[in-house]
């Protein structure tokens, strides 16, 4: 009997010590409150609803969305959901030409789901025949209201391009970016090496390749010249993933 009394004594000691120690109520306080789950998104954009968008309300929604990525608040989409929603038909609302370079995500970048946007990728991100193409069916064929140009910083093609490399294929791949190298506005040393003149070069790249879009393709140029498509550039921030929109 006495060795019963001691352990439930023990027990009830135990339990009182637990209670009244502050350090264990604390850890017990500051534990946080699980948040709910976002509500994962199912549906795909609709020919209607991409209809019914204006140029600059998806120019807006690409500055809310990348927002969102800078502050790692991606929008949660359930992508098998998209996928299958998806196969019979897609209603992408703009087209971006973006580099080759594997750091920058593009589609993460805006915070767009699968059916939202047409993605064309190549070094550099310059135009040529088959990209003019893409674009004219992105936006003639398939009804995309925006063609957004997207450099980069850092961009080993706009520095390989300043500095003339001949190697393969990749000569005349830079010979597109020349021009851009040559109308950069800039005094300063104009070499790879020099950081502020390898941004002039990518700012100078994009407005040339909007010049590009707009003489090469008389499709694109009517439409853009009609309000029903806009072509803009925009400079990736490598550092933190922000997107400046060029005027």
């Keep these: 009997m006495h060795k019963k009394n001691a352990i439930v004594a023990s027990i009830v000691i135990a339990s009182l010590v ?7 109520n604390r ?3 500051s534990q946080p409150i699980a948040e709910q789950p976002k509500a994962l ?3 795909v954009l609709t020919k209607e609803q991409r209809d019914a968008l204006t140029p600059n309300q998806i120019i807006q929604s690409f500055k809310e969305g990348n927002e969102r990525f800078v502050n790692n608040d991606l929008t949660a989409r359930d992508h098998s959901a998209q996928v299958r929603n998806s196969a019979d038909g897609q209603y992408p609302k703009a087209l971006i ?3 080759l370079d594997s750091r920058v995500p593009v589609e993460d970048v805006f915070d767009r789901g699968i059916g939202d946007i047409f993605v064309g990728r ?3 991100n310059f135009v040529n025949e ?3 193409g893409s674009m004219e069916f ?3 064929v398939s009804g995309a209201k925006v063609i957004l140009v997207l450099g980069h910083e850092h961009c080993g093609a706009i520095k390989s391009a300043i500095d003339n490399v001949k190697l393969g294929n990749i000569t005349a791949m830079l010979s597109k970016i020349t021009p851009a190298v040559e109308k950069a506005n800039y005094e300063g040393e104009r070499t790879s090496g020099n950081p502020e003149f390898v941004h002039e070069v990518c700012e100078s790249n994009v407005k040339h390749t909007i010049e590009q879009i707009r003489l090469n ?3 694109l140029k009517e439409m853009e010249d009609n309000k029903e498509i806009e072509i803009i550039g925009g400079i990736y921030e490598m550092s933190t993933g922000k997107v400046t929109f060029l005027e």
Excluded at 18 to 23: I, L
């Design 217 to 219: 393709s008389p499709i």
């Design 41 to 43: 998104i199912q549906n």
């Design 97 to 99: 030409l973006s580099c």
């Design 18 to 24: 637990a209670c009244n120690n502050p350090q264990q």
């Design 27 to 29: 850890i017990k306080e």
């Design 130 to 132: 088959d990209l003019l």
């Design 138 to 140: 992105g936006c003639k």
């Design 122 to 124: 190549i070094a550099g």
